[in-house]
Every structure is written in C-alpha cells, then in structure tokens.
T-cell receptor
Framework: GQQLNQSPQSMFIQEGEDVSMNCTSS?????WLWYKQEPGEGPVLLIA?????ELTSNGRLTAQFGITRKDSFLNISASIPSDVGIYFC???????????FGKGTKLSVKP | DAGVIQSPRHEVTEMGQEVTLRCKPI?????LFWYRQTMMRGLELLIY????????DSGMPEDRFSAKMPNASFSTLKIQPSEPRDSAVYFC???????????FGPGTRLLVL
C-alpha cells in the first residue's frame, strides 16, 4: 500500500533555530497536508497544499508541495518553545477518505 | 463552538471485554473518520462515513471491530472482544468537505490488560 517516509524522526534544537523536515513517497499524491500534535491532543491541521510546486506559509511555517508530487517539505523559522510537538505529513490519494499519514517528526525546543 | 467530542478520554479494560468509544462530530460536518494511533503503526484510518453512511471500512482490523453512525451527531466504535493488541489511542475526526479538512477530537486512550 501507499506509505509516507517522514524524516527526521526527531529533532532537538535551540530556541531561535530554523527547522526543516520532509516527507517522501513512492506514490503520487494530489494533496499534501501538515499537522501538529501536542501531548494528549489530536492532530491539528497547519498547512494544506493542493498543487505541485505550491509554496504556502502560515506565520513562521512554510510548506512546499514537491514538483514530482511525491514529496513535501515543512520549514519552521525562528523556533520557539511552543513549537514543541509531533509534526505529521499526510497525503491524499485518489480516494476521498484515503489520507495516509507519515510516522511523524518529534520536535523538542530548548529555551 | 465545541470541537469534536470523544468519550471516554481514557479506558482501561480486561481482555475479552466489550469496549465502546463514542464521538460527537462538529455540527454541520458531513464526514466522520475513525483513526487508531500506535507507536508502531502511527495513525491509521479505520473507517469513514459520509452523511451517516459508511464509505470505506477497509482499515477496520477485523470482525471484532464495528462502527456505527445512527445520526449526524453521534458515532460509536465498538471492539468485542477486546485484546491487548487493541491498546492504542483512537481518534475521531469530522469534516465539512472531506479528508483534506479534518478536525480531530482529543482521542480515547485505550488500554486492554
């Protein structure tokens, strides 16, 4: 079946640093989504990407839909302690409900 | 506005017992999704409904799992009999348009002993 490879698995950074994470797949996706999950909560949608090559920002977050439609990237600039959490990529394929999630990148930010 | 509501938030049960998880979607959302999250397998879609009708249940692990949506404001996920390998966090999500705009509930943490 379709799988998403998300990397890195975890990151330990200093407050103020920039962060980059990515997601790759052997399959093509029509939509890429990035979620953040905090402890004890459900994932919250951060950014949605609908078009190959699209670059979208949400505050300090920027995400890109890869040209090949098989990858996506998320960057966080000037990280702050509240950025701590697990970031998931998700790809939407042909089926309306078939949202495939990556395994997540756990981000830790040291003040 | 209230988000997606799930109950209970935590459930501890013994192997063999029936477990029922409940979800109240956001009012007006026509789509409802059930997910399971584990360390090993991550987030997996179990089943989703559109207008109370199950559309895709291919993610339901086996016959021990069943889900219903008797009306637009309520859904249940039932496990009978439960097994230790069912221990996970179960999320319900709802959406007004489909998979790309899902709002997740806080989850139910299930532990089967």
């Amino acid at each position: 079946g379709q799988q998403l490879n998300q990397s890195p698995q975890s990151m330990f950074i200093q407050e103020g640093e920039d962060v980059s994470m990515n997601c790759t797949s052997s399959s093509i996706f029509n939509t890429w989504l990035w979620y953040k999950q905090e402890p004890g909560e459900g994932p919250v949608l951060l950014i949605a990407l609908y078009k190959a090559g699209e670059l979208t920002s949400n505050g300090r977050l920027t995400a890109q839909f890869g040209i090949t439609r098989k990858d996506s990237f998320l960057n966080i600039s000037a990280s702050i302690p509240s950025d701590v959490g697990i970031y998931f990529c998700a790809g939407l394929g042909g089926s309306q409900g078939n949202l495939i999630f990556g395994k997540g990148t756990k981000l830790s930010v040291k003040p | 506005d209230a988000g997606v509501i799930q109950s209970p938030r935590h459930e501890v049960t013994e192997m063999g017992q029936e477990v029922t998880l409940r979800c109240k979607p956001i009012s007006g959302h026509d789509y409802l999704f059930w997910y399971r999250q584990t360390m090993m397998r991550g987030l997996e879609l179990l089943i989703y409904f559109n207008n109370n009708v199950p559309i895709d249940d291919s993610g339901m692990p086996e016959d021990r799992f069943s889900a219903k949506m008797p009306n637009a404001s309520f859904s249940t996920l039932k496990i009978q009999p439960s097994e230790p390998r069912d221990s996970a966090v179960y999320f319900c999500a709802s959406s007004p348009t489909g998979a790309e705009t899902q709002y997740f509930g806080p989850g139910t943490r299930l532990l089967v002993l």
